[in-house]
């Protein structure tokens, strides 16, 4: 089966921010979350060899959830300034190289995944995302893999469905729901008070949903039922607010995202600009070889061959 790799673009990019020190060309412009960023990519393309590859990214429109929940990522740190001109050095990098990246205003990059990957499994390819923002772990499903930076921006882990239960005691699609009673620091929105991880955990591997767990309030504590009872409009909030969007405003097209129609020596003029000169190499390694000619034999040669078998 063919793959699809999508790339969670603004993930990837803070992730390659903070896994390295600081980087910068000669003329003084920061590059070290773009040398990061392509880093990973390449590592994908030679270590996968997917056919089809897409990047995804945020854009600064707010999304519908800073709508549904006003406090929605409000205690996220500002962006430093000098990741933001690196954001753009990715897109003309990516431009250069004739790979498809984009963002929807109103929508996370996670949605966007969502619907990519929903729509992908549709035409037959099995898809892996790169990503190491856990909620994308809800989508892992028989065709679609998760593959998450572990420690810094070479090692990597990749979730299947099993490797998802054996983490976390849960089913991909009960991450959902783990959000919903946990709520999500990162995101700044609350689940059920007072209600951790190893509970939340528990209620789900009993009740397996939240919509079954609240029809069962009666058989739990009633330290427990005063809890999902007093926060029951949060929870359901947060169960919103943590699901990704498989229905975007958008239509995967996989001619668009061909590898092959990559241009090797776009990313290299790019990198050179850039004085990425450790990583050209890498890029050696998508260059197709070109095939040698056989020369034809002429009878001298198979004399001289027959004679060398009497030898």
Not at 162 to 183: C, F, H, M, R, S
Request: glycine residues 6%.
């Amino acid at each position: 089966m063919q793959k699809l790799v999508v790339i969670d673009g603004n993930a990837i990019l803070h992730r390659a921010y903070h896994a390295l020190p600081f980087l910068n060309t000669k003329d003084g412009n920061p590059t070290n979350a773009v040398y990061g960023f392509f880093t990973m990519l390449l590592k994908v393309m030679v270590d996968l060899k997917p056919e089809y590859l897409i990047v995804c990214f945020d854009r600064k429109a707010p999304t519908f959830r800073k709508q549904m929940y006003v406090g929605y990522q409000a205690k996220r740190p500002s962006i430093s300034d000098d990741f933001v001109p690196q954001i753009d050095r990715v897109h003309k990098a990516l431009d250069s190289a004739k790979i498809k990246h984009f963002g929807i205003d109103g929508y996370e990059a996670d949605d966007l995944i969502g619907t990519i990957s929903k729509q992908a499994v549709k035409q037959n390819l099995e898809v892996i995302i790169l990503s190491g923002d856990r909620d994308l772990l809800q989508l892992v499903n028989s065709h679609v893999l998760m593959l998450s930076p572990i420690v810094g921006i070479s090692n990597m882990a990749l979730f299947d469905e099993n490797k998802v239960k054996e983490k976390y005691g849960l089913t991909p699609d009960q991450i959902i729901d783990y959000k919903a009673l946990v709520g999500d620091n990162s995101d700044n929105y609350p689940g059920v008070g007072g209600i951790g991880s190893k509970t939340a955990s528990d209620l789900l591997k009993k009740y397996e949903t939240l919509e079954n767990l609240y029809t069962h309030l009666g058989e739990l504590t009633p330290q427990l039922q005063e809890k999902l009872a007093q926060d029951a409009e949060q929870a359901a909030m947060a169960k919103k607010l943590a699901t990704i969007i498989t229905d975007a405003p958008l239509q995967f097209d996989k001619d668009e995202a061909l590898l092959s129609k990559m241009n090797i020596e776009g990313l290299r003029e790019e990198f050179k600009k850039l004085g990425f000169n450790s990583i050209q190499k890498r890029l050696d390694l998508l260059t197709p070889k070109p095939l040698k000619k056989e020369k034809t034999e002429s009878k001298k040669d198979k004399k001289d061959d027959s004679q060398m078998s009497l030898l």
